[in-house]
């Protein structure tokens, strides 16, 4: 049995298939910015498409301003998916596949790969707490907590951000401007420009924290770490000379630490808030790399999940697919 899922994000797209005859897993994680793609969405997925038995969807692209509103998103996107699978499972934020003749809500399809994630830990781990960062966003959600499961059945991402379950912050698009507002250089600290000279995949190339720079430049621009070093300079209103290199490695890890403090934080009030007496995390996602920092920050005890599986940063994807292998 073959079951090929699908998370549809803004900025990227992720695509994994599970056959459970031979208990292989291939995972595949592409750069599609919806925001400058959205007329190519269903050309690429036929290109990308795999032969399967059973195929599910999940999705967060549905919040990119190209679209009017998140259920205008959803439903092109469902529909695009409509023409290319042959009749595939939707995922809802409580966690039930579902084809298209059973949407009662699409809204209830937004932002929904979480809890495939959990679906996921839980089978496997029992309980603990999901640290997943991204790209662009990081996912802090309990699992196997019985008294939780009415606030995470149906949580939307406004419920998430004011419950501190998501956290706005990821390893390669979040504008640097928005982690600092100053930086040390030399005898004190020094302001930084507002505009997105320079993104947090700038400052990891500079520090070889990254695996893959997968996203378009702020400028447009190379992306080896002396591009990386140019932008950072910038956005300090500088240029590369004006800077040491050594100066511009210390800022990044000032801004490295700072990122991982944050969702240290968001990590801890989690805890704290809702009485959790330090979970363990199982900490996935491209930036499981600063998921570890910030637990560390946090002393909390962590797995990191790159060592369990190579679908470490495609968690939500295995989750789908062992529930449509469940569905057979």
């Given at each position: ?30 750069y ?28 967060t ?40 003749d ?26 603990g ?40 912050t ?20 020094t ?25 378009t ?80 920050i ?31």
């Amino acid at each position: 049995m073959k079951a090929l899922a699908w998370d549809i994000g803004g900025a990227n797209i992720k695509r994994l298939l599970l056959d459970s005859s031979a208990n292989a897993v291939s995972s595949d994680v592409f750069y599609f910015p919806m925001w400058q793609r959205k007329a190519d969405l269903e050309d690429f997925l036929r290109k990308k498409n795999i032969k399967a038995d059973i195929v599910g969807v999940t999705m967060t692209a549905e919040l990119c301003d190209v679209f009017g509103s998140k259920g205008e998103g959803v439903r092109y996107i469902v529909g695009i998916c409509e023409k290319v699978f042959k009749s595939p499972y939707y995922l809802s934020i409580d966690g039930k596949l579902q084809r298209k003749d059973e949407i009662d809500d699409y809204l209830a399809l937004a932002a929904s790969n979480w809890a495939a994630s959990i679906k996921y830990l839980e089978a496997k781990y029992k309980r603990g707490m999901l640290l997943d960062v991204g790209s662009t966003t990081t996912d802090i959600v309990p699992f196997g907590y019985p008294e939780l499961k009415d606030f995470l059945r149906g949580a939307t991402d406004l419920e998430r951000l004011r419950k501190g379950f998501l956290v706005y912050t990821g390893i390669l698009r979040t504008p640097v401007s928005a982690i600092v507002h100053r930086v040390p250089l030399r005898e004190g600290f020094t302001r930084v420009s507002s505009e997105i000279f320079a993104i947090s995949a700038d400052v990891y190339n500079v520090l070889g924290l990254l695996d893959h720079y997968r996203c378009t430049t702020p400028d447009g621009g190379g992306k080896t770490p002396q591009d990386s070093m140019r932008r950072l300079a910038r956005l300090l209103c500088a240029d590369i000379g004006e800077l040491t290199e050594e100066e511009i490695r210390y800022i990044c890890d000032y801004v490295y630490q700072k990122q991982a403090g944050d969702i240290a934080e968001a990590l801890k009030e989690v805890n704290e808030g809702y009485g959790l007496k330090k979970p363990r995390v199982y900490v996935c996602g491209s930036g499981v790399t600063l998921g570890m920092r910030a637990c560390k920050i946090a002393r909390l005890d962590a797995v990191n999940l790159a060592e369990a599986t190579d679908a470490y940063d495609n968690i939500p994807c295995l989750g789908i697919a062992e529930m449509l292998i469940g569905k057979v």
